[in-house]
């Protein structure tokens, strides 16, 4: 005979958002309470936690935390629409623009017994290559970085690259004539151009530091230096910043300075009297520094097969598109079907060194030039 219920006239109780019932069962006319008769108790249990495991499978939504250095106002339209294609949660971790990638990687490095985050995104590339030194990234080759150059990519599959900003030359036209415009780094040394009306950003900080690390890992260390010594005894201006370069230009108070696309794309679309040169292009030019945003895979990361389809999504093509027409990126490492508004249709020549290689002039740099810039 099969056990049949009681009458419905017990209490319920909830497990973890599950209603169930405390029946009475009568077995052969023997009333057994389940809840306290070891024996059934033992025999459901397992039955119990199949049921219970396979509502929560079916219920709890897939998640994936990301930390970005990327402004939120570019990277949260991203992250939503990763999230209405797929139905996974995406808990982001913006930066704090005081601290910007270096406060989100000491965070990391704090968190390293115990990851919180999935997914590494960044505006560049040096803090995501400490991050892959300090064993806080795992390795995984996204299908979608497949047509991404070489050097843009940890030849061991630590970290991938798409998009980014380019080195350039921001000119004010109304002070430097079409037939004098500079094209290349090295104008800067030439004695046409008038050293107080030329000016870069302190070598020893932000992108202009990249640029001269990679200068170094291109050239030499010892050209490198020898060139930014040069510089110093010509006497141009150093000055606070890429975005004070481009405010000098733009407002006629230098002819021509070393800054960033975001920076000179912001002048020019202000209406600014100026023009955007990329340095150094062409057969046997050494080509412009790009500045490509990295991505990498938390080591340890809770949700790591979550975490690679969100980088499987940021590396495609239609996020490296969406990133230029929204202004965070200007330039593509691959071949795409959009361009940047403010930057003519040309083919961007970028310096062939490998970040790795960038990455380890850094310290160098730093010290060498401050010996030259700060003295």
Known sequence: MWAQPAPPHIPLISLRGYVFQCTHWYFRGTKLNLFRNQVISILLFPLLSLTLASCSSTNVQREVVIYTSVDQVFSEPILKAFEEQTGIRVLPVYDVEAAKTTG?????????????????????????????????????????????????????????????????????????????????????????????????????????????????????????????????????????????VRDLVASGQMAFGLTDTDDACGALERGAPVRIIFPDQGSGSIGTLIIPNTIGLIAGSPNSEVGKELIDYLLSTEVEEAMILSGWNHIALRQVEVEQTCLEDVSIQGMTVSLNDVYDQLEKVRSELAEIFLR
């Open 104 to 244: 989100m990687v000491n965070r990391l490095i704090a968190e390293r017994n115990n990851p919180q985050a999935d997914v590494f995104w960044s505006g560049e590339f040096a803090q995501t290559i400490l991050l892959k030194e300090q064993g806080l990234l795992s390795p995984y080759r996204s299908p979608n970085a497949a047509d991404i150059p070489s050097h843009y990519m940890d030849p061991e599959g630590y970290w991938s690259s798409v998009g980014g900003r380019a080195r350039v030359i921001i000119v004010n036209t109304d002070l430097v004539a079409e037939a004098e415009m500079p094209s290349s780094i090295f104008d800067f040394l030439d004695p046409t151009y008038p050293a107080d009306q030329i000016g870069i950003a302190y070598p020893l900080f932000g992108t202009t530091s990249t640029h001269a690390a990679a200068l170094y890992a291109f050239l030499s260390p010892e050209d490198g230096k020898a060139f930014f010594e040069q510089l110093h005894e010509r006497g141009i201006r150093i000055v606070d910043g890429n975005s004070v």
